[in-house]
T-cell receptor, first 110, second 112 residues
Framework: ELKVEQNPLFLSMQEGKNYTIYCNYS?????LYWYRQDPGKSLESLFV?????AVKQEGRLMASLDTKARLSTLHITAAVHDLSATYFC??????????FGAGTTVTVRA | EAQVTQNPRYLITVTGKKLTVTCSQN?????MSWYRQDPGLGLRQIYY???????DKGDVPEGYKVSRKEKRNFPLILESPSPNQTSLYFC???????????FGPGTRLTVL
């Protein structure tokens, strides 16, 4: 059974510093997605990673995928308050079934 | 406006009373999916559909039914709801199965 593990589950960030969220998964897959959820809101797509070595960047966020290590990282550069949210990774289990991680709740403090 | 809509947004019901949560998208997407979100568990996929008349079970299909008679609609049916189906439900769609998914606003269901 595919398991998707995110860590940390909670992350308190200081403004201006850099942080990384990790997403490990337990079987081979080359399709991984990152989503953001603000409190009380729905999810919005951040990144789609469809091959080994894929790297995507948007503003202060950068995501990468290493399919051999079964690992994706979401790197946050110079954290700002607007980045406070819960971040989910999701892995294609095959046949386009998606398995989500438990989410990383990020709080950015001054 | 391109969007995924869900109705109702909030629902309180009693055990055993059949209910349907509707989901509709106006983006001509082929892929649609239902998830439930519970604290500490992330999202778990209930059912998904690759296209009209094609549906498949996700991780937690027990107690749920779906249908895809039209491309734009993907209703979630609970024939006999139970308290353990109390959850926040999201419908999502994507143009193709491997594309990013667009999520609806969510339906908060309470089963007493």
């Amino acid at each position: 059974e595919l398991k998707v593990e995110q860590n940390p589950l909670f992350l308190s960030m200081q403004e201006g510093k850099n942080y990384t969220i990790y997403c490990n998964y337990s079987t081979t897959s080359d399709r991984l997605y990152w989503y953001r959820q603000d409190p009380g809101k729905s999810l919005e797509s951040l990144f789609v990673l469809l091959s080994n070595g894929a790297v995507k960047q948007e503003g202060r966020l950068m995501a990468s995928l290493d399919t051999k290590a079964r690992l994706s990282t979401l790197h946050i550069t110079a954290a700002v308050h607007d980045l406070s949210a819960t971040y989910f990774c999701a892995v294609d289990m095959g046949d386009y079934k998606l398995s989500f991680g438990a989410g990383t709740t990020v709080t950015v403090r001054a | 406006e391109a969007q995924v809509t869900q109705n109702p947004r909030y629902l309180i019901t009693v055990t055993g009373k059949k209910l349907t949560v509707t989901c509709s998208q106006n983006m001509n997407h082929e892929y649609m999916s239902w998830y439930r979100q519970d604290p500490g568990l992330g999202l778990r996929q209930i059912y998904y559909s690759m296209n009209v008349e094609v549906t498949d079970k996700g991780d937690v299909p027990e107690g749920y039914k779906v249908s895809r008679k039209e491309k734009r609609n993907f209703p979630l049916i609970l024939e006999s709801p139970s308290p353990n189906q109390t959850s926040l439900y999201f419908c999502a769609s994507s143009l193709l199965p491997y594309n990013e998914q667009f999520f609806g606003p969510g339906t908060r269901l309470t089963v007493l």
